[in-house]
């Protein structure tokens, strides 16, 4: 990956980011669609700019909200075994698929992922707890079904 496509990339997260804020969701998948993404896996291990993951998980996220649920577990996906940089997104990107497998009528399998973000996060740090609480309630929903 060259320097250029790489400052292209993160320039088009940030930008993307803006749009997410300014709530034009389209225009923020449109920006992220133009990322190249192009490196090399091995890079991907040093380098938290390389592995470009709050763009993939941004990108996720505003598909999920788009409805474009097939689409955004495919970028949840990506946070199983790329990068050690990307298990900070690891539980977000459980409590996500949890929630499109939920919009997709894929219970039993919501549940899944909602079980293995809470047992990801039965520690949480204090300001993480309101996302916690959020999925203990959804999987006792599901539970009561």
Same mark, same amino acid.
């Given at each position: 990956m060259g320097r250029e496509t790489l400052t292209n990339d993160l320039a088009l997260t940030v930008r993307a980011?803006?749009?997410h804020a300014n709530g034009d969701l389209e225009q923020a998948v449109d920006l992220l669609s133009r990322m190249?993404?192009?490196t090399w896996y091995q890079l991907t291990a040093v380098s938290a700019f390389?592995?470009?993951a709050y763009g993939r998980f941004l990108r996720a996220?505003?598909?999920r909200e788009l409805g474009r649920y097939s689409d955004a577990l495919?970028?949840?996906s990506s946070f199983e075994h790329v990068s050690p940089y990307d298990l900070i #997104?690891?539980?977000?990107? =459980?409590?996500?698929?949890?929630?499109?497998?939920? *919009? !997709?009528g894929q219970l039993d399998q919501a549940a899944d #992922?909602?079980?293995?973000? =809470?047992?990801?996060?039965?520690?949480?740090?204090? *300001? !993480?707890q309101p996302d916690r609480a959020d999925v203990e309630d959804r999987l006792a929903r599901l539970?009561?079904?």
């Open positions: 980011e803006v749009a190249r993404m192009s390389l592995s470009q996220e505003l598909l495919t970028w949840y #997104y690891l539980g977000p990107s =459980l409590r996500g698929r949890g929630m499109a497998m939920e *919009e !997709l #992922y909602y079980a293995r973000f =809470l047992d990801l996060w039965k520690e949480c740090d204090r *300001e !993480l539970k009561a079904d």
